[in-house]
């Protein structure tokens, strides 16, 4: 029906919210339970839960790398916990990864794109896999001193490179107007740091992690100063057109704590009062942060640490408005991680003592063991159940979503006779035996009619020619159904190669009780060329039988027909077809 399927399918679908629930709470965790015990299993008989996380290196781990790998370890989890939100499945793709493609090089535009497709097609297994894959690496981190926390690492630092790169758009590090007090270069990045430093034996983290972390995040903070100089940036302008002043009248849009949208405004209104006045603030706390901790990397002193430390967890707060609300949140942003990735690196924790264990060794070895099972196991079901997704037929969520269930039928198929594109009779009730997957279309329609060609055109090309199904499409429009408007729709639309394929009409007062039989509505409004229509499809059984009625309002999106063709081969095996 032109004008309708526009794509505004709501995030919090309340069928796919109950899908995603179930897949999340139940389907997965069955997997990930199961994997867990294996894992246990394993480790009893080769007798390592009583000797988990008690290896030398393990008890004499670095000060500093204790606390990046248990302070990232509760940002994997937490980042995790918010891929639990209802709106992800239908929210992340759309809401989240495709706004960032205006700011990403061309290069990886289709990268990015075939990403938000890949997620649309997919978007409840990618929803939970991607969910629980943070969660499972945040509790190896925290409960794993040596392999297995290391490995997690490595897990981190490719999904971490992945996510700043595709979900990120290289953190908008081509972005115009980019700044750090907005997420510039991207949470991921900071994670991708941490996690190559965990990766790396424990003694060369403790002989070069504080002097290059604190050397690469001065250099990252004197780029972030020149950006913040530039005009483009829009942070030297006064009032309402001040970057920040825009930026935070936008944030305060979302629902969250009234104390927090106060204290953001506010700031942003200063912004604007300040003009570059405010911008020269900025750029002074980056430049004497950057200098003083490329110094602090050769230097017992602690200041340029406990400075951007500060400052970092303000600007979380003012300038990036703590980032986790609005539904679709992926993660605290970039200042926090920022912050715990300098405080781990500050001189004074150089040559400082492994932090004291104060539970029982036994205690800490076999709970640690346990919990690390389950987060091997939420791993692996995460890498294992997105990589079969990926490579797997569309999922039904975006059509269940646009178009709610098909309605389960069981009644005799009206039957009728007319005249398919060859002018030939075509009557219905001679074609019993065979299955019939019939719709109504529009043959001068170019909107949502082309669409639902191409799902038939499609659904057909999935199976062997010699299958007994007939695709029976009848001419929705009293003003324009003769046999040339009829042969030229199949024409551009690439329907003459398709097997069994009949395409009727006949007289408005035939096709009209066609359309009444089926329940289906046509009207044409003055002066439009096209008709409005019902858009529907219908199952019939070789008995004859009516099978599905099922709705249709086609989604453009190349997954969204991928999701459509997925429930009509899905709907046509409920019916008998093989």
């Excluded at 679908?13 to 109950?18: K, Q, R």
């Excluded at 090089?105 to 649309?120: E, Q, V």
């Excluded at 050397?215 to 030297?236: D, H, K, P």
């Excluded at 950057?290 to 602090?296: D, P």
């Amino acid at each position: 029906m032109p004008g309708m399927g526009q794509n505004n399918v709501s995030l919090t679908n309340p069928i796919v919210v109950s899908v995603f629930r179930h897949h999340l709470y139940v389907t997965s965790v069955y997997w990930i339970i199961g994997i867990a015990l294996v894992a246990l299993l394993g480790a009893t008989l080769l007798r390592r839960l009583n000797t988990f996380n008690l290896s030398k290196a393990g008890l004499s781990e670095p000060r500093s790398r204790t606390i990046l790998r248990i302070g990232f370890g509760i940002i994997w989890v937490f980042d995790g916990i918010l891929q639990f939100q209802p709106g992800m499945p239908l929210g992340l793709a759309n809401a989240v990864v495709r706004p960032t493609l205006s700011g990403a090089p061309s290069w990886l535009h289709p990268l990015m794109l075939h990403a938000i497709n890949l997620w649309n097609a997919h978007p409840i297994d990618l929803a939970t896999g991607t969910a629980w894959i943070q969660v499972g690496i945040g509790l190896a981190l925290i409960t794993s001193n040596a392999t297995i926390g290391r490995g997690a690492a490595v897990v981190a630092a490719g999904w971490a490179g992945l996510i700043w790169l595709i979900g990120n758009g290289a953190g908008g590090a081509f972005a115009s107007g980019s700044s750090v007090l907005f997420g510039w270069p991207g949470a991921t990045f900071f994670y991708f740091v941490a996690a190559v430093w965990i990766v790396l034996p424990p003694g060369y983290f403790a002989e070069h992690f504080s002097r290059w972390t604190l050397r690469v995040v001065a250099l990252v903070l004197l780029i972030a100063a020149v950006l913040q100089c530039l005009a483009s940036a829009g942070f030297w302008h006064g009032g309402n057109s001040n970057a920040l002043t825009a930026m935070s009248r936008s944030m305060t849009e979302t629902a969250q704590p009234h104390a927090l949208a106060w204290i953001v405004r506010h700031v942003g209104d200063l912004a604007g009062t300040l003009g570059g006045g405010f911008n020269v603030i900025i750029i002074l706390w980056l430049v004497a942060c950057a200098v003083g901790l490329w110094y602090a990397s050769t230097h017992q002193i602690n200041w340029p640490v406990v400075t951007l430390v500060v400052g970092a967890v303000i600007v979380w707060v003012v300038g990036e408005d703590i980032a986790i609300y609005g539904g679709v949140g992926t993660d605290i942003n970039s200042m926090i991680p920022l912050a715990l990735l300098v405080w781990c690196s500050r001189p004074a924790w150089r040559s400082a003592a492994p932090l004291v264990r104060r539970l029982p060794e036994e205690f800490r070895s076999s709970s640690g063991a346990v919990v690390a099972a389950f987060a091997t196991g939420m791993i692996l079901f995460s890498v294992v159940s997105m990589g079969i997704a990926s490579v797997s037929a569309a999922e039904l969520t975006l059509f269940v979503a646009q178009n709610g269930p098909a309605a389960s039928v069981n009644t005799k198929a009206p039957v009728f006779t007319l005249t398919d594109q060859h002018d030939e009779p075509y009557r219905l009730e001679e074609h019993k035996g065979r299955y019939i997957l019939m719709t109504f279309l529009d043959p001068v329609c170019y909107t949502d009619c082309p669409l639902l060609a191409a799902q038939l055109r499609q659904v057909r090309a999935q199976l062997p020619a010699s299958t007994p199904l007939d695709i029976v499409v009848v001419a929705a429009n009293p003003l324009h159904q003769t046999l040339a408007n009829v042969r030229h729709f199949i024409k551009i639309h690439d329907l003459s190669s398709v097997p069994n394929f009949y395409f009727v009409t006949g007289s408005t007062a035939k096709t009209r009780k066609v359309w009444n039989s089926y329940g289906i509505s046509v009207t044409n409004e003055p002066g439009d060329i096209m008709s409005i229509h019902s858009d529907y499809m219908f199952i019939i059984k070789p008995s004859g039988r009516l099978r599905w009625i099922i709705p249709d309002d086609p989604l453009s999106s190349s997954a969204g027909q991928q999701s459509s063709e997925s429930e009509l081969m899905s709907l046509l095996r409920q019916a008998g077809l093989h």
